[in-house]
């Protein structure tokens, strides 16, 4: 068959199947899928050698008519301080859960980090979403210094304060002891 065919048919049949192809591909669905807020500021009164933990919540939101599965995971800068208690969570269709997790502190340093939501869909098929939650802890002391082992470069997160980000969606919270 290949060879009735000439050569300038068997491009158009290829052309022709390549739209086809693209245009199949194409008609992905939308991923509707969120966090409450983007990001909580703590200010917790921790003495050294002490342990404070505060515990948080954030509702996690699948907007789809499927079921999401979201799992969390903590970045390097703050992965020493973050308990996560829901790592994994499954979202029916249309539906809003909280993810618990603690924060906890021995020292008065600051932190800035971020946990990171990986939502997928149920069966796996197709790209996945992540969405982050930025975390900063406002100690008395400054940024703690962290080693990155991959790199031996020491590295901090800092946030730009003269960015043009909607306050509105920045929790800030006083911590005080009891």
């Known amino acids: 068959m290949v060879s009735k065919l000439g050569g300038t ?4 049949l290829v052309l022709v199947l390549l739209i086809l192809l693209t245009i199949s591909f194409s008609k992905a669905e939308e991923f509707k899928v969120g966090l409450s807020t983007g990001k909580v500021i703590l200010r917790p009164e921790v003495k050294d050698g002490e342990r404070e933990v505060i515990p948080r919540t954030l509702s996690v939101i699948n907007k789809n008519n499927y079921t999401v599965k979201v799992k969390l995971s903590p970045s390097e800068e703050i992965k020493d301080i973050i308990d996560l208690i829901d790592e994994e969570i ?4 249309n539906e809003e859960k909280e993810a618990r997790f603690n924060v906890i502190l021995e020292d008065s340093y600051s932190y800035s980090g971020r946990i990171n939501f990986f939502f997928t869909k149920e069966d796996n098929k197709g790209a996945g979403i992540a969405l982050s939650y930025i975390i ?4 008395e002391k400054g ?5 990155n082992e991959d790199t031996g470069v020491t590295g901090f997160s800092f946030l730009d304060r003269d960015s043009t980000e909607d306050d509105s969606k920045i929790e800030e919270v006083k911590q005080e002891n009891t």
């Open 136 to 139: 900063e802890v406002i100690g």
């Open 143 to 147: 940024l703690k210094e962290q080693d």
């Open 90 to 93: 499954e979202l029916g269709a």
């Open 9 to 12: 048919s068997l491009k158009r």
